[in-house]
C-alpha cells in the first residue's frame, strides 16, 4: 500500500475506527505536530473520543503509544518513498530522484521535520529504538540501491548520501524547502558522480 503526502501529515481520527486506531491516528497527527513530550496523554484522550479505561487497554503507557506511533510512522513513511520512487526504471533513476521526492515532502502542508530526528533530539539517550532503526533501514535501502546501480563500496556512498538527507531534512525545518532543496541536488550529484554514478 503506498501513502500521500496527506497520510504522512496525519489527518486524526475517523469516526468509524476502533478505538485503538482512533487513538493511534490522534497520537500520530499530534505527536508529529506538536511533539512527544508536549503532546499529553489527557489530549490524546479527549482528542480521539475514547474512554480513558479504553485508552490504557490498548495502551499501557505513554511509551507504549509512541513505540505504536513510530512503528506507524516508519511503515508510511518507507511505503510513501518506494510509492513516490518504486516505478523508476532503474537504481540509478530511483537515486536520481531522491533529492525531488525529499524536496516534494519538504513543501507537504504541515511538514516538521523528521519525525524520528526529533523524536531522538527530545528523548536524548532514552530515545526509542525505532528512532535509530529507522535511519539503518533508509541506509540499507540506498545501499541497496547503489550496489543494484554497479557502484564501488556502495556502503560508503550510502552513508554519504544519507548524511546529505539529513542535513537538508533539519535545514528545511529550520529554513524551508528552498534553502535545503539546491544543496542536496547538489551534493548528490557530485557524491554520486564521484562513486562512478553518472551515465
Known amino acids: 500500500m503506498t501513502f500521500t503526502l496527506d497520510d504522512l501529515a496525519g489527518s486524526g481520527p475517523l469516526p468509524e475506527h476502533d ?4 487513538v493511534l491516528e490522534t497520537a500520530y497527527r499530534l505527536f508529529y505536530r506538536q511533539g512527544l513530550r508536549a503532546t499529553g496523554i489527557d489530549r490524546i484522550i479527549a482528542e480521539s473520543g475514547v474512554a480513558k479505561m479504553s485508552f490504557y487497554r490498548h495502551f499501557p503507557s505513554k511509551q507504549a503509544l509512541i513505540d505504536a506511533y513510530l512503528d506507524l510512522r516508519h511503515a508510511r513513511w518507507m511505503a510513501w518513498l518506494e510509492g ?3 516505478k523508476l526504471s532503474s537504481p540509478r533513476d ?3 530522484a531522491l533529492p525531488g521526492a525529499l524536496d516534494d515532502w519538504f513543501r507537504a502542508p504541515g511538514f516538521r521535520g523528521c519525525a524520528f530526528i526529533n523524536g531522538h533530539a527530545e528523548a536524548g539517550p532514552d530515545a526509542p529504538a525505532m528512532t535509530v532503526m529507522h535511519k ?9 540501491a547503489c550496489a543494484e546501480a554497479g557502484l564501488p563500496q556502495p556502503g560508503e556512498v550510502a552513508a554519504d ?3 546529505a538527507i539529513e542535513g537538508a531534512i533539519v535545514r528545511a525545518q529550520m529554513e524551508g524547502a528552498d534553502a535545503a532543496q539546491q544543496p542536496l541536488r547538489r551534493l548528490f550529484a557530485r557524491t554520486l558522480s564521484d562513486a562512478g554514478g553518472k551515465q
Open 19 to 22: 478505538a485503538r486506531t482512533r
Open 136 to 144: 539503518r533501514a533508509l541506509a540499507a535501502r540506498i545501499e541497496r
Open 84 to 86: 513516490r520512487l518504486g
Open 161 to 163: 548520501l544519507l548524511l
Open 94 to 96: 530511483w537515486l536520481a
